[in-house]
Protein backbone atom coordinates (compact mmCIF):
# COMPACT_ATOMS: atom_id res chain seq x y z
CA UNK A 1 0.00 0.00 0.00
CA UNK A 2 3.22 2.52 0.82
CA UNK A 3 4.33 1.81 -2.62
CA UNK A 4 1.14 2.71 -4.47
CA UNK A 5 0.34 5.52 -2.68
CA UNK A 6 3.64 7.21 -2.56
CA UNK A 7 3.64 6.37 -6.54
CA UNK A 8 0.52 8.63 -6.80
CA UNK A 9 2.70 12.16 -5.24
CA UNK A 10 5.43 11.19 -7.69
CA UNK A 11 3.16 11.34 -10.51
CA UNK A 12 1.70 14.67 -9.61
CA UNK A 13 3.16 17.83 -10.87
CA UNK A 14 1.90 20.74 -8.86
CA UNK A 15 -0.60 19.78 -6.58
CA UNK A 16 -1.54 16.43 -4.29
CA UNK A 17 -3.41 13.32 -5.72
CA UNK A 18 -7.26 13.55 -5.61
CA UNK A 19 -8.87 11.84 -2.44
CA UNK A 20 -10.84 9.76 -5.13
CA UNK A 21 -7.38 8.25 -5.90
CA UNK A 22 -6.24 8.49 -2.58
CA UNK A 23 -9.00 6.44 -1.01
CA UNK A 24 -8.97 3.39 -3.89
CA UNK A 25 -5.31 2.91 -3.05
CA UNK A 26 -6.12 2.65 0.80
CA UNK A 27 -7.13 -0.51 0.46
CA UNK A 28 -10.58 -0.54 2.53
CA UNK A 29 -12.14 2.32 1.10
CA UNK A 30 -11.66 5.08 3.40
CA UNK A 31 -10.19 8.22 2.99
CA UNK A 32 -7.28 9.53 5.00
CA UNK A 33 -7.52 12.50 7.90
CA UNK A 34 -7.47 15.59 5.59
CA UNK A 35 -4.70 18.18 6.01
CA UNK A 36 -4.22 19.03 2.92
CA UNK A 37 -6.96 20.65 0.67
CA UNK A 38 -7.91 23.85 2.30
CA UNK A 39 -11.93 22.95 3.06
CA UNK A 40 -14.40 24.16 5.90
CA UNK A 41 -14.66 21.15 7.84
CA UNK A 42 -17.91 22.89 9.82
CA UNK A 43 -20.37 23.88 6.23
CA UNK A 44 -22.51 22.60 5.16
CA UNK A 45 -24.36 21.57 7.91
CA UNK A 46 -25.67 18.13 8.33
CA UNK A 47 -28.79 19.18 7.23
CA UNK A 48 -28.07 20.34 4.17
CA UNK A 49 -25.92 16.93 3.43
CA UNK A 50 -29.49 15.10 3.87
CA UNK A 51 -31.23 18.00 1.82
CA UNK A 52 -28.78 17.74 -1.38
CA UNK A 53 -29.12 13.72 -0.78
CA UNK A 54 -32.87 13.68 -0.35
CA UNK A 55 -32.45 15.36 -3.96
CA UNK A 56 -30.38 13.52 -5.12
CA UNK A 57 -32.19 11.89 -7.88
CA UNK A 58 -33.67 15.00 -9.49
CA UNK A 59 -30.36 16.92 -9.27
CA UNK A 60 -28.13 14.54 -11.15
CA UNK A 61 -31.22 13.98 -13.86
CA UNK A 62 -32.28 17.18 -14.97
CA UNK A 63 -30.40 19.65 -16.64
CA UNK A 64 -29.37 22.87 -14.56
CA UNK A 65 -30.99 26.55 -14.76
CA UNK A 66 -28.66 28.83 -17.01
CA UNK A 67 -25.56 30.21 -15.58
CA UNK A 68 -27.10 33.62 -15.55
CA UNK A 69 -30.06 32.28 -13.15
CA UNK A 70 -27.70 31.05 -10.69
CA UNK A 71 -25.78 34.35 -10.88
CA UNK A 72 -28.70 36.43 -10.55
CA UNK A 73 -29.56 34.49 -7.47
CA UNK A 74 -25.97 34.82 -5.69
CA UNK A 75 -25.78 38.44 -6.98
CA UNK A 76 -28.80 38.61 -4.75
CA UNK A 77 -27.03 37.25 -1.71
CA UNK A 78 -24.12 38.92 -1.85
CA UNK A 79 -25.41 42.72 -2.51
CA UNK A 80 -23.70 42.80 -5.86
CA UNK A 81 -24.83 43.93 -8.87
CA UNK A 82 -25.38 40.69 -11.92
CA UNK A 83 -23.47 42.90 -14.51
CA UNK A 84 -20.11 42.88 -12.37
CA UNK A 85 -19.85 39.07 -11.83
CA UNK A 86 -18.71 35.77 -13.95
CA UNK A 87 -19.59 32.41 -12.32
CA UNK A 88 -17.00 29.40 -13.16
CA UNK A 89 -16.79 25.98 -13.12
CA UNK A 90 -14.19 27.04 -10.44
CA UNK A 91 -11.51 29.12 -9.57
CA UNK A 92 -9.21 27.37 -12.33
CA UNK A 93 -11.69 27.77 -15.32
CA UNK A 94 -12.10 31.87 -14.69
CA UNK A 95 -7.72 31.90 -14.27
CA UNK A 96 -8.05 29.66 -17.66
CA UNK A 97 -10.21 32.93 -19.21
CA UNK A 98 -8.57 35.73 -17.31
CA UNK A 99 -4.99 34.42 -19.14
CA UNK A 100 -6.77 33.80 -22.45
CA UNK A 101 -8.70 36.80 -22.95
CA UNK A 102 -7.16 39.73 -20.73
CA UNK A 103 -3.43 38.86 -20.64
CA UNK A 104 -1.47 39.86 -23.76
CA UNK A 105 2.22 39.06 -23.27
CA UNK A 106 3.80 39.14 -19.35
CA UNK A 107 2.39 38.60 -15.71
CA UNK A 108 4.19 38.89 -12.68
CA UNK A 109 3.04 37.35 -9.55
CA UNK A 110 4.75 36.71 -5.99
CA UNK A 111 6.00 32.96 -5.96
CA UNK A 112 4.96 30.53 -3.33
CA UNK A 113 1.54 31.18 -4.40
CA UNK A 114 -1.52 28.74 -6.03
CA UNK A 115 0.55 26.97 -8.85
CA UNK A 116 -1.65 28.03 -11.68
CA UNK A 117 -0.97 31.40 -11.53
CA UNK A 118 2.34 30.27 -12.95
CA UNK A 119 1.38 27.39 -15.11
CA UNK A 120 -1.56 28.57 -17.00
CA UNK A 121 0.03 32.13 -18.25
CA UNK A 122 3.68 29.72 -18.80
CA UNK A 123 1.25 27.31 -20.86
CA UNK A 124 0.00 29.69 -23.26
CA UNK A 125 3.85 31.39 -23.95
CA UNK A 126 3.24 34.29 -21.53
CA UNK A 127 6.44 35.58 -19.57
CA UNK A 128 5.50 34.91 -15.97
CA UNK A 129 7.86 37.37 -13.81
CA UNK A 130 8.42 35.67 -10.64
CA UNK A 131 8.98 37.78 -7.32
CA UNK A 132 10.72 35.68 -4.75
CA UNK A 133 8.57 36.19 -0.85
CA UNK A 134 11.47 36.48 1.30
CA UNK A 135 11.75 33.36 4.44
CA UNK A 136 13.41 35.64 6.42
CA UNK A 137 10.68 38.15 6.55
CA UNK A 138 8.16 35.62 7.06
CA UNK A 139 7.24 35.04 3.48
CA UNK A 140 5.48 38.49 3.79
CA UNK A 141 4.85 40.67 0.40
CA UNK A 142 6.26 44.01 0.44
CA UNK A 143 3.87 45.63 -2.33
CA UNK A 144 6.48 49.15 -2.99
CA UNK A 145 9.09 46.55 -3.55
CA UNK A 146 6.89 44.32 -6.12
CA UNK A 147 5.66 47.61 -7.82
CA UNK A 148 9.63 48.36 -8.21
CA UNK A 149 10.03 44.86 -9.70
CA UNK A 150 7.22 45.01 -11.68
CA UNK A 151 8.62 48.39 -13.33
CA UNK A 152 11.95 46.67 -13.54
CA UNK A 153 10.72 44.30 -15.61
CA UNK A 154 7.94 46.18 -17.60
CA UNK A 155 5.24 43.25 -16.70
CA UNK A 156 1.85 44.15 -17.97
CA UNK A 157 -0.36 41.97 -15.69
CA UNK A 158 0.30 42.01 -11.84
CA UNK A 159 -1.26 39.13 -9.68
CA UNK A 160 -1.78 39.53 -5.94
CA UNK A 161 -3.04 36.69 -3.73
CA UNK A 162 -4.75 37.42 -0.44
CA UNK A 163 -4.56 35.45 1.74
CA UNK A 164 -1.87 33.87 -0.01
CA UNK A 165 -1.47 30.26 -0.86
CA UNK A 166 0.38 28.58 1.04
CA UNK A 167 1.85 31.08 3.72
CA UNK A 168 -1.09 32.46 4.83
CA UNK A 169 0.12 36.46 4.08
CA UNK A 170 -2.22 38.98 4.45
CA UNK A 171 -2.47 42.48 2.85
CA UNK A 172 -4.29 45.19 4.69
CA UNK A 173 -7.15 46.35 2.31
CA UNK A 174 -6.24 49.90 2.31
CA UNK A 175 -2.85 48.95 0.84
CA UNK A 176 -4.35 46.75 -1.95
CA UNK A 177 -6.37 49.48 -3.04
CA UNK A 178 -3.26 51.70 -2.97
CA UNK A 179 -1.61 49.33 -5.19
CA UNK A 180 -4.17 48.78 -7.55
CA UNK A 181 -4.52 52.66 -7.87
CA UNK A 182 -0.12 52.42 -8.39
CA UNK A 183 -0.59 49.61 -10.74
CA UNK A 184 -3.53 51.60 -12.81
CA UNK A 185 -1.02 51.85 -15.92
CA UNK A 186 -1.11 47.89 -16.29
CA UNK A 187 -3.51 45.98 -18.67
CA UNK A 188 -4.43 44.50 -15.56
CA UNK A 189 -4.44 44.14 -11.92
CA UNK A 190 -5.68 40.40 -10.32
CA UNK A 191 -7.07 40.39 -6.66
CA UNK A 192 -7.22 36.55 -5.65
CA UNK A 193 -9.19 36.80 -3.01
CA UNK A 194 -9.83 33.06 -2.75
CA UNK A 195 -9.34 32.60 1.14
CA UNK A 196 -10.30 35.76 2.44
CA UNK A 197 -13.60 34.68 4.44
CA UNK A 198 -10.83 33.43 6.99
CA UNK A 199 -9.59 36.67 7.76
CA UNK A 200 -10.26 38.36 10.69
CA UNK A 201 -7.78 40.88 10.59
CA UNK A 202 -10.70 43.67 9.36
CA UNK A 203 -14.30 43.73 9.55
CA UNK A 204 -14.38 44.59 5.82
CA UNK A 205 -11.29 42.83 3.85
CA UNK A 206 -12.36 42.62 0.50
CA UNK A 207 -11.79 45.11 -2.13
CA UNK A 208 -14.60 43.74 -4.68
CA UNK A 209 -16.17 47.34 -4.37
CA UNK A 210 -13.55 49.03 -5.14
CA UNK A 211 -12.62 46.75 -8.22
CA UNK A 212 -16.11 47.51 -10.13
CA UNK A 213 -15.23 51.42 -10.25
CA UNK A 214 -12.21 50.41 -11.89
CA UNK A 215 -10.96 50.16 -15.43
CA UNK A 216 -8.29 47.47 -15.11
CA UNK A 217 -8.88 45.38 -11.78
CA UNK A 218 -10.08 42.03 -11.04
CA UNK A 219 -11.05 39.90 -7.96
CA UNK A 220 -11.20 36.27 -8.01
CA UNK A 221 -13.36 34.81 -5.01
CA UNK A 222 -14.11 31.00 -4.59
CA UNK A 223 -17.35 29.03 -3.24
CA UNK A 224 -15.58 25.84 -2.68
CA UNK A 225 -13.35 26.74 -0.20
CA UNK A 226 -15.27 28.57 2.16
CA UNK A 227 -18.24 26.41 2.24
CA UNK A 228 -16.53 23.16 2.46
CA UNK A 229 -17.58 21.92 -1.60
CA UNK A 230 -14.56 21.65 -3.33
CA UNK A 231 -16.05 18.98 -5.38
CA UNK A 232 -18.93 21.15 -6.79
CA UNK A 233 -16.59 23.29 -8.42
CA UNK A 234 -17.82 26.97 -8.23
CA UNK A 235 -16.41 30.16 -8.04
CA UNK A 236 -17.07 33.93 -9.19
CA UNK A 237 -14.91 37.07 -10.40
CA UNK A 238 -16.26 40.97 -9.71
CA UNK A 239 -14.77 43.72 -12.00
CA UNK A 240 -16.07 46.57 -14.21
CA UNK A 241 -19.13 45.48 -16.56
CA UNK A 242 -17.21 45.59 -19.40
CA UNK A 243 -14.11 43.31 -17.72
CA UNK A 244 -16.55 40.72 -16.10
CA UNK A 245 -19.03 41.15 -19.18
CA UNK A 246 -16.17 39.71 -21.64
CA UNK A 247 -15.34 36.68 -19.35
CA UNK A 248 -18.92 35.71 -19.34
CA UNK A 249 -19.49 35.70 -22.83
CA UNK A 250 -16.92 32.82 -23.73
CA UNK A 251 -18.48 30.92 -20.63
CA UNK A 252 -20.83 28.51 -21.91
CA UNK A 253 -24.34 28.47 -21.26
CA UNK A 254 -24.54 25.60 -18.76
CA UNK A 255 -21.08 25.61 -17.41
CA UNK A 256 -22.33 25.36 -13.78
CA UNK A 257 -23.77 21.93 -12.53
CA UNK A 258 -27.11 21.18 -10.99
CA UNK A 259 -24.98 20.75 -7.29
CA UNK A 260 -23.82 24.45 -7.85
CA UNK A 261 -27.32 25.07 -8.39
CA UNK A 262 -28.84 23.69 -5.44
CA UNK A 263 -26.58 24.55 -3.10
CA UNK A 264 -26.92 28.80 -4.30
CA UNK A 265 -29.93 28.59 -3.58
CA UNK A 266 -29.79 26.85 -0.04
CA UNK A 267 -27.47 29.73 1.08
CA UNK A 268 -30.01 31.95 1.79
CA UNK A 269 -31.58 29.89 4.00
CA UNK A 270 -28.65 28.84 6.67
CA UNK A 271 -26.50 32.47 6.72
CA UNK A 272 -26.05 32.13 10.69
CA UNK A 273 -24.65 29.13 10.42
CA UNK A 274 -22.17 29.84 7.71
CA UNK A 275 -21.00 32.82 9.60
CA UNK A 276 -20.63 30.61 12.79
CA UNK A 277 -18.51 28.07 10.84
CA UNK A 278 -15.86 31.01 9.76
CA UNK A 279 -16.05 31.74 13.51
CA UNK A 280 -14.65 28.48 14.19
CA UNK A 281 -12.53 27.87 11.84
CA UNK A 282 -11.09 31.15 12.85
CA UNK A 283 -10.84 29.95 16.75
CA UNK A 284 -9.24 26.76 15.62
CA UNK A 285 -6.65 28.24 13.90
CA UNK A 286 -5.14 30.15 16.80
CA UNK A 287 -5.27 26.65 18.90
CA UNK A 288 -3.74 24.84 16.02
CA UNK A 289 -0.54 27.33 15.52
CA UNK A 290 -0.40 27.14 19.52
CA UNK A 291 0.01 23.16 19.52
CA UNK A 292 2.44 23.55 16.10
CA UNK A 293 4.59 25.44 17.55
CA UNK A 294 5.14 24.00 20.34
CA UNK A 295 6.84 21.23 18.77
CA UNK A 296 11.29 21.48 18.60
CA UNK A 297 12.23 23.22 15.73
CA UNK A 298 9.15 23.69 13.95
CA UNK A 299 7.85 26.81 12.74
CA UNK A 300 4.74 28.32 12.14
CA UNK A 301 4.08 31.40 10.32
CA UNK A 302 1.67 34.04 10.37
CA UNK A 303 -1.72 32.98 8.46
CA UNK A 304 -5.21 34.57 7.68
CA UNK A 305 -6.19 31.45 5.83
CA UNK A 306 -7.89 28.40 6.41
CA UNK A 307 -4.42 26.66 6.76
CA UNK A 308 -0.75 26.88 8.46
CA UNK A 309 2.62 26.93 6.59
CA UNK A 310 5.22 25.26 8.80
CA UNK A 311 8.93 24.36 8.05
CA UNK A 312 10.18 21.72 9.43
CA UNK A 313 12.95 20.99 11.62
CA UNK A 314 16.22 20.83 10.37
CA UNK A 315 17.59 17.43 8.79
CA UNK A 316 13.77 16.73 8.36
CA UNK A 317 12.76 15.63 4.67
CA UNK A 318 8.91 16.90 3.28
CA UNK A 319 8.47 13.78 1.51
CA UNK A 320 9.46 11.39 4.18
CA UNK A 321 6.58 12.74 6.59
CA UNK A 322 4.44 13.06 4.36
CA UNK A 323 4.54 9.52 2.88
CA UNK A 324 5.39 8.34 6.60
CA UNK A 325 2.24 10.50 8.21
CA UNK A 326 -0.08 8.67 5.50
CA UNK A 327 1.02 5.25 5.78
CA UNK A 328 1.84 5.03 9.25
CA UNK A 329 -1.02 7.06 10.39
CA UNK A 330 -3.29 7.40 7.75
CA UNK A 331 -3.00 11.74 8.00
CA UNK A 332 -2.51 13.34 4.43
CA UNK A 333 -0.52 16.33 4.33
CA UNK A 334 0.24 18.92 1.73
CA UNK A 335 4.51 19.02 0.96
CA UNK A 336 5.50 21.99 -0.79
CA UNK A 337 8.68 20.92 -2.50
CA UNK A 338 6.74 20.99 -5.76
CA UNK A 339 5.84 24.72 -5.09
CA UNK A 340 8.22 27.21 -7.23
CA UNK A 341 9.82 29.26 -4.73
CA UNK A 342 9.00 26.50 -1.27
CA UNK A 343 11.11 23.66 -0.84
CA UNK A 344 10.42 19.47 0.66
CA UNK A 345 11.10 21.31 4.38
CA UNK A 346 7.67 23.12 4.22
CA UNK A 347 4.27 21.77 4.70
CA UNK A 348 0.51 23.36 4.35
CA UNK A 349 -1.28 22.59 6.91
CA UNK A 350 -5.58 22.90 7.06
CA UNK A 351 -7.24 24.20 10.10
CA UNK A 352 -8.90 21.17 11.21
CA UNK A 353 -10.76 20.57 14.39
CA UNK A 354 -8.89 19.81 17.57
CA UNK A 355 -9.45 16.14 17.63
CA UNK A 356 -7.86 16.20 14.40
CA UNK A 357 -5.41 18.38 15.46
CA UNK A 358 -4.59 16.29 18.24
CA UNK A 359 -3.95 12.98 16.02
CA UNK A 360 -1.71 15.71 13.86
CA UNK A 361 0.49 16.96 16.56
CA UNK A 362 0.86 13.10 18.07
CA UNK A 363 1.67 11.45 14.39
CA UNK A 364 4.33 14.22 13.70
CA UNK A 365 5.99 13.99 17.06
CA UNK A 366 6.72 10.35 16.28
CA UNK A 367 8.11 10.72 12.76
CA UNK A 368 9.79 13.60 13.68
CA UNK A 369 11.12 12.91 16.22
CA UNK A 370 10.82 8.85 17.13
CA UNK A 371 14.31 6.88 17.95
CA UNK A 372 13.58 3.66 15.86
CA UNK A 373 14.67 3.47 12.37
CA UNK A 374 13.89 5.50 9.88
CA UNK A 375 12.91 8.36 11.44
CA UNK A 376 12.47 11.62 9.64
CA UNK A 377 15.09 13.56 11.57
CA UNK A 378 18.62 12.05 11.48
CA UNK A 379 20.87 11.50 13.57
CA UNK A 380 23.01 14.60 14.94
CA UNK A 381 26.14 14.37 12.82
CA UNK A 382 24.88 13.08 9.67
CA UNK A 383 24.51 16.58 7.95
CA UNK A 384 21.58 17.57 5.49
CA UNK A 385 20.89 17.66 1.96
CA UNK A 386 18.61 19.21 -0.33
CA UNK A 387 15.57 16.95 -1.22
CA UNK A 388 14.96 15.77 -5.16
CA UNK A 389 11.87 18.24 -4.60
CA UNK A 390 13.94 20.74 -3.74
CA UNK A 391 16.47 20.08 -6.69
CA UNK A 392 13.29 20.83 -9.20
CA UNK A 393 12.16 23.50 -7.65
CA UNK A 394 15.88 25.31 -7.50
CA UNK A 395 16.42 23.88 -11.52
CA UNK A 396 13.16 25.29 -12.44
CA UNK A 397 13.93 28.83 -10.89
CA UNK A 398 17.06 28.37 -12.46
CA UNK A 399 16.06 27.68 -15.73
CA UNK A 400 13.41 30.32 -16.21
CA UNK A 401 15.62 33.12 -14.52
CA UNK A 402 12.10 33.26 -12.10
CA UNK A 403 10.04 34.99 -15.40
CA UNK A 404 8.78 31.88 -17.03
CA UNK A 405 11.26 31.94 -19.92
CA UNK A 406 13.33 29.08 -20.13
CA UNK A 407 17.15 29.53 -21.23
CA UNK A 408 19.90 27.26 -22.43
CA UNK A 409 21.29 24.31 -19.61
CA UNK A 410 24.33 25.67 -18.37
CA UNK A 411 27.30 23.31 -19.51
CA UNK A 412 27.74 23.10 -15.82
CA UNK A 413 25.57 21.82 -13.02
CA UNK A 414 24.63 24.78 -10.59
CA UNK A 415 27.09 24.82 -7.19
CA UNK A 416 25.39 23.92 -3.76
CA UNK A 417 26.36 26.91 -2.23
CA UNK A 418 24.44 29.96 -3.36
CA UNK A 419 26.46 31.17 -5.91
CA UNK A 420 24.43 32.02 -9.58
CA UNK A 421 26.02 30.14 -12.50
CA UNK A 422 26.44 32.99 -15.26
CA UNK A 423 24.10 32.23 -18.00
CA UNK A 424 22.47 34.48 -20.97
CA UNK A 425 18.79 35.30 -19.29
CA UNK A 426 16.48 38.01 -19.85
CA UNK A 427 18.03 41.86 -19.38
CA UNK A 428 17.29 44.13 -16.57
CA UNK A 429 17.15 47.47 -16.50
CA UNK A 430 19.75 48.99 -14.31
CA UNK A 431 17.35 50.57 -12.23
CA UNK A 432 13.75 50.35 -11.68
CA UNK A 433 11.04 53.09 -13.12
CA UNK A 434 9.45 55.01 -10.58
CA UNK A 435 5.91 54.27 -10.44
CA UNK A 436 3.11 56.74 -11.44
CA UNK A 437 1.70 57.00 -7.69
CA UNK A 438 3.79 56.84 -4.65
CA UNK A 439 3.18 53.77 -2.34
CA UNK A 440 4.30 53.42 0.67
CA UNK A 441 5.95 49.88 1.96
CA UNK A 442 3.91 47.39 2.97
CA UNK A 443 3.53 46.45 6.19
CA UNK A 444 3.83 43.27 8.13
CA UNK A 445 1.02 41.27 7.97
CA UNK A 446 -1.08 40.90 10.91
CA UNK A 447 0.07 37.52 12.32
CA UNK A 448 -2.38 34.83 14.03
CA UNK A 449 -0.20 32.81 15.77
CA UNK A 450 1.73 33.04 18.96
CA UNK A 451 5.61 33.03 18.21
CA UNK A 452 6.88 29.72 17.56
CA UNK A 453 10.08 28.02 19.02
CA UNK A 454 13.16 29.38 16.97
CA UNK A 455 14.18 26.38 14.75
CA UNK A 456 17.50 25.19 15.10
CA UNK A 457 20.24 27.17 12.48
CA UNK A 458 21.09 25.34 9.48
CA UNK A 459 24.63 24.03 9.17
CA UNK A 460 26.49 25.94 7.15
CA UNK A 461 28.52 24.65 4.33
CA UNK A 462 32.00 24.06 5.67
CA UNK A 463 34.87 26.60 4.47
CA UNK A 464 37.07 25.79 1.74
CA UNK A 465 40.33 24.83 3.38
CA UNK A 466 43.29 27.04 2.95
CA UNK A 467 46.47 24.91 2.47
CA UNK A 468 49.29 24.68 4.87
CA UNK A 469 52.96 24.72 3.65
CA UNK A 470 54.90 21.99 4.31
CA UNK A 471 57.60 22.27 6.52
CA UNK A 472 60.44 20.54 4.27
CA UNK A 473 62.27 23.56 2.61
CA UNK A 474 62.14 21.67 -0.77
CA UNK A 475 58.53 21.45 -1.49
CA UNK A 476 56.75 24.93 -2.53
CA UNK A 477 53.55 25.49 -0.40
CA UNK A 478 50.65 25.59 -2.89
CA UNK A 479 49.05 28.87 -3.13
CA UNK A 480 46.36 30.18 -1.14
CA UNK A 481 43.04 29.45 -2.14
CA UNK A 482 41.08 33.15 -2.78
CA UNK A 483 37.71 33.30 -0.85
CA UNK A 484 34.94 33.35 -3.23
CA UNK A 485 33.94 37.25 -3.97
CA UNK A 486 30.76 38.16 -2.82
CA UNK A 487 27.67 38.51 -5.20
CA UNK A 488 26.89 42.25 -6.84
CA UNK A 489 24.13 44.16 -5.03
CA UNK A 490 22.74 45.03 -8.35
CA UNK A 491 22.86 43.12 -11.81
CA UNK A 492 23.79 45.61 -14.76
CA UNK A 493 24.64 43.02 -17.54
CA UNK A 494 22.14 40.25 -18.19
CA UNK A 495 21.21 38.41 -15.20
CA UNK A 496 22.36 35.19 -14.33
CA UNK A 497 19.54 32.56 -13.78
CA UNK A 498 17.98 32.10 -10.79
CA UNK A 499 18.78 35.77 -9.59
CA UNK A 500 15.58 38.60 -9.71
CA UNK A 501 15.27 41.81 -9.99
CA UNK A 502 16.20 44.71 -6.90
CA UNK A 503 17.69 43.08 -4.77
CA UNK A 504 15.21 39.08 -4.25
CA UNK A 505 17.04 36.18 -3.55
CA UNK A 506 17.09 32.72 -5.19
CA UNK A 507 15.26 29.51 -4.05
CA UNK A 508 18.95 28.37 -2.43
CA UNK A 509 19.36 31.41 -0.66
CA UNK A 510 15.97 32.56 0.66
CA UNK A 511 16.44 28.34 2.11
CA UNK A 512 19.30 29.86 3.39
CA UNK A 513 18.02 32.28 5.66
CA UNK A 514 16.49 30.55 8.82
CA UNK A 515 15.51 33.40 11.39
CA UNK A 516 12.46 33.12 12.43
CA UNK A 517 10.27 35.93 12.54
CA UNK A 518 10.23 38.17 16.01
CA UNK A 519 6.64 39.64 16.25
CA UNK A 520 4.22 36.72 15.69
CA UNK A 521 1.47 37.18 18.39
CA UNK A 522 -2.20 36.49 17.88
CA UNK A 523 -4.77 38.31 15.90
CA UNK A 524 -7.46 39.86 17.73
CA UNK A 525 -11.13 37.48 16.79
CA UNK A 526 -12.45 40.77 15.28
CA UNK A 527 -14.77 40.94 12.21
CA UNK A 528 -16.83 38.16 12.37
CA UNK A 529 -19.87 38.32 10.08
CA UNK A 530 -23.40 39.17 11.57
CA UNK A 531 -24.63 36.01 12.57
CA UNK A 532 -28.24 36.83 12.32
CA UNK A 533 -27.98 37.85 8.32
CA UNK A 534 -25.44 37.10 5.37
CA UNK A 535 -22.18 38.54 4.94
CA UNK A 536 -21.67 40.51 1.89
CA UNK A 537 -19.36 40.68 -0.67
CA UNK A 538 -16.98 42.59 1.69
CA UNK A 539 -17.19 39.72 4.51
CA UNK A 540 -19.61 42.42 6.78
Known amino acids: M ?10 TVAHSPSMAALTREGGDGTGPVDFCIPCNPYFPTPAMYDELAARLREIITYYPSSADTITAELCGLLQLPPQCVAMGNGSTELITWIDHLLVRESLAVPVPTFGRWTDQPMETGKRVDMFPLQEASGFALD ?31 QQVVQFMDAMADLDLVIVDESFLE ?11 QEAMLRPNVVVLRSLGKNFGLHGIRFGYLVANPALAGKVRGMLPKWN ?4 AEHVVFMLKEHGPEYAQSLQQVRRDRLEMASHLSALPGLTVYPSQGNF ?8 AEGTVVRDRMLTEHRILVRECGNKIGSSSRFLRLVVRPQVDVRRLVSGLEQVLYGSRRGAAVPELGTGTS ?10 LVSETNGSGMRVPAAPQPMPAAPQPAVA ?26 AQPMPAPAQQPMAPVPQPVPAPAPPVPAPAPVPAPAPAAAVAVAPTPPGVPA ?20 PAPATGWPNAQSWPNAAGA
Open 256 to 259: LNSF
Open 502 to 521: RGGLTAAQVRGMTAPATDLT
Open 424 to 449: AAQPLPAAPQPTPAPLPAASQPLPAV
Open 308 to 315: LFVRLPVG
Open 2 to 11: AGNVTSLFRG
Open 143 to 173: LAQYADFIRARGTRVAVICNPNNPDGGYLRK
Open 386 to 395: YSSGTAAVDR
Open 198 to 208: FADAEAEPSVV
